[in-house]
């Protein structure tokens, strides 16, 4: 077993995959709350795998209200060096379509009232985010959508509102008018909390519709993407599955030196709790 893990974030059941060994569920306590749900472990292609249903079992808790903190806390905390979100988005491109798979190398963040850093409460870090993905780990993911031969794009920007409702028509044809590709309401806090984490970050975006743009096709609803979703589940297990075939046998990518540099506040400054809640993704960064 190398000393590489796997961190998948997505929807409920992609753990039951054919494959994956020595499962067990781990449920942890957080410096900052409670995770989504039990995170599930396993091995997958000689790898350890940690899996997090992100709106928990059931999906009974909404975008607005995941404590994404605390999921990314836990992920580091079980070891976890690649993170790989799969997300439901909408599509804001025509040759994007319903059932297509895209890779996103890039986000606009257009929400309100999310913590998306660990560094607050005394401790100031500002890490690169001018490419917040991975391009290493996006390119596996690409490669592995395409054997699964899934409909795949690679590059696009994703646009993270707030939700929970669907956008209006109004807003839908503003964000096509900036030139983004597709729109979700999820993975932007997972991508910088992850940077911040020094993971190595993928967004693999499931587009379900076309929002409610498209004037030729029936505006967004519950049924359709949940149609959507369940009809590729066995691809997406598929693709984790090639992912994980890639990965190497150490985790030394940029985004597994984010930290270095980044920390701007005095070590001897930082109050005693901070330091303690944040040693698992700092302790490495600060003099003994």
Not at 67 to 93: D, H, Y
Not at 124 to 151: Q, S
Not at 266 to 284: C, F, Q, S, V, Y
Request: glycine share 10%.
């Amino acid at each position: 077993m190398s000393g590489v893990v796997l961190g998948v974030i997505g929807g409920s059941g992609l753990y039951e995959m054919e494959g994956l060994e020595d499962v067990r569920s781990i449920r942890l306590e957080t410096p900052f709350g409670d995770p989504s749900d039990e995170y599930v472990t396993g091995t997958l292609e000689g790898h350890s795998l940690v899996f997090l249903p992100r709106h928990g079992r059931g999906h009974r808790i909404g975008p607005s209200q995941l404590n994404f903190r605390a999921n990314i806390w836990g992920m580091k905390k079980l070891g976890v060096n690649f993170l790989l979100s799969i997300s439901a988005v909408g599509s804001m491109r025509e040759d994007i379509r319903p059932g297509d798979l895209v890779v996103v190398d890039q986000f606009l963040d257009w929400t309100r009232h999310r913590a998306s850093s660990f560094f607050t409460d005394g401790i100031i870090a500002h890490v690169l985010f001018a490419d917040p993905v991975c391009p290493t780990m996006a390119g596996w993911v690409y490669d592995a959508g395409v054997e699964t031969g899934a409909r795949m794009h690679q590059g696009g920007t994703y646009i993270c509102m707030e939700g929970p409702q669907f956008s209006t028509r109004a807003e839908s044809n503003l964000y096509r008018s900036w030139g983004v590709d597709v729109i979700g309401m999820t993975n932007v806090q997972e991508a910088k909390l992850a940077r911040e984490a020094e993971m190595s970050f993928s967004t693999l975006a499931l587009a379900t519709d076309y929002d409610c743009w498209h004037e030729g096709e029936d505006d967004v609803t519950v049924e359709a993407v949940l149609a959507i979703v369940k009809a590729n589940a066995s691809r997406a297990k598929a693709l984790i599955r090639g992912v994980a075939k890639r990965l190497p046998a150490t985790a030394d990518l940029p985004a597994h030196h984010a930290l270095e540099n980044a920390i701007m506040t005095d070590p001897e400054r930082i109050p005693a709790n901070t330091r303690r809640a944040l040693d698992i993704i700092i302790g490495h960064r600060l003099p003994k």
